[in-house]
């Protein structure tokens, strides 16, 4: 007993101290992490019930924000503008990226030179892919205009030009975030299994064949991920339009996420907005679980 | 596709057709050309005279050298502000990342404390939560604490991320205990333990956490477009994007701005390819 007492308080005091240095060490990371990352959260909550413009007194309105969004003509088609970029970005983006993975995944010559050039994009910002956009797709100097041109094709407007300029935006989200695509791909293309590939082949299926009823079934839980990944970058769409279009011309470009910045910073509308904000969560994060589970339910489907 | 498999293919596709060359080639130069094209003007651009830019068609090469539009940039913007402003942020936000992290990380990995498994689930739970429904709050918060219009503004967010104590975490989880052991009993403290026997083992993950930092924080757009009204205060991104709005059609002095925006991160990339690749498979996790 006499022995066996010190030694237990010896073991509680390691384990008091080791708490007080697990707290100590996971404290200030914590802090910053929850304080900007939850408690805004939740106050938005709070804002979203409430008329207020950062100055007045906040006046609370149960759920009136709600019931106009229903009416706002404008936030309805901000969101139709953020569907049409959803539903032209993410397909594009999951079969050029695949597509572009199925290449690189080779060994010939000049491979990594093409893996560079399709992969640096990577680091190009949204002001510096806005302003190479207002550059090469100028009217008057830009080089696709130029394109048609010789070409002797009409001169088009494309970022002035309501009718063009949501694709244009299009195509340079993709120049900017194909890359990413791929290599997410790419890594998936290295657990394809090679002998599945090898056997089929033995038994005289094609190229097309085996990409087709081998390669993608393989890699389905990546498309998966990639799908709701590029879905909910392309429904929260803002660097790109604020650094090219500013939501014009005549409105053709206001994305969901640029009306709402514009209603909280522009208009000043903090309970509108952060009405908007969770409606936008909400939506985003019922979307993901909805695609999870149909994924999984495809998945049991083909095993069964 | 297995290469046996592939130069079987080849072979006879080579036999038959008499190309020279792999025929991935054909998609693969065209795409690669494509994607590099527009940083390759925006340099050759930023070094053109006007007169190549506005004639008809516009030149490729430039006819002649010249440092006009760098010149301009200096002196009819804050250039050399937002570059120091952004160095400041990413550097800040890259050193406190890579400290606050791997505390944390080794913390929920290694050290039973009350509150561990809710700490990381919060942590967790906040690369779920987007910027857009974090904004007005931060702001209206920020406004209050008298941090808006100021470096901090833009460097809190960026002090500790979730993705960063994740990623720190598992690898600590992936670090045999054994070695931990032996220092353990020669009595060294767990931020000795930390510091000397398991951080070395780190570098990799350090490396991904300090370019996924970098590359976050320098091209941040949302945060400063409403955090900073004073352009002293502009980052290089806020700042080239409503510079742009002013001058619309002085592109060679644009494109200048966009070369010092992007050459550092350019340069980077070239240089640590590989790192920045691991970096990029893995940024789907980030919040």
Redesign the interface.
Known sequence: MSLRRPRRRKVRSLRVAEALTGVAFVAPAVLVIVGLGIFPAAWAGLLSLQKWNGFNQPRFVGTDNFSRMASDTDLISAVTHSLVFTALFVPASVVLGLLLAVALNRRIRFIGLYRTAIFVPFVASAAVTGLVSNYVFNPEVGVVNNLFRVLRLPQQGWLEDPQQAMTVIVVMSLWGQLGFVTVVYLAALQNVDASCVEAAQVDGANAVQCFRHITIPQVMPVTVFVVIWQTIQAIQLFDLVYTTTRGGPIGSTTTLVYYLWQQAFRELNFGYGSAIAWVLFVVTMGLTLLLVALSRRQGSEQAA | ??????TR?EQRRGHRRQLP??P??L???P???L??F??V??IM?SFMPRAD??R???R?LPSSVTLDGYRGLLDRSDVLHWLLNTVIVSTVAVGSNVV??S??G???AR??????TM?FL??L??I??????????????F?RLHLLNSLAALI??W????F??FLMRQFFLSVPRELEEAGLLDGA???QILWRIVLPLARPSLMTLAIFTL?GS??D??WP??AISDDHLYT???G??NF??AR?TE?SL??A??VV??LP??V???IA?KH??AT??L??LK?
């Open positions: 596709m297995t290469t046996r498999g592939e293919q060359f792999s991935w080639h998609l693969l130069a795409v690669a050309v994607f590099a527009p940083f003007q925006m651009v830019i506005n008809l068609p516009p490729f606050l992290c505390l944390a080794y913390g929920f050290l039973r404390f009350p509150g561990r700490g919060a942590i739970g906040t779920m939560v987007p910027i857009q429904l974090l904004m007005i709050p931060t702001y209206v918060m406004a809190v967010p002090l500790a991320t979730a960063g104590v403290s767990r931020l590359v320098w091209n757009l949302i477009v409403i290089l991104q806020i080239l994007a742009q709005g619309r592109w644009l494109m701005g966009n925006a992007v991160l350019l980077g990339f070239l390819q920045f690749l990029m498979s940024s789907g919040g």
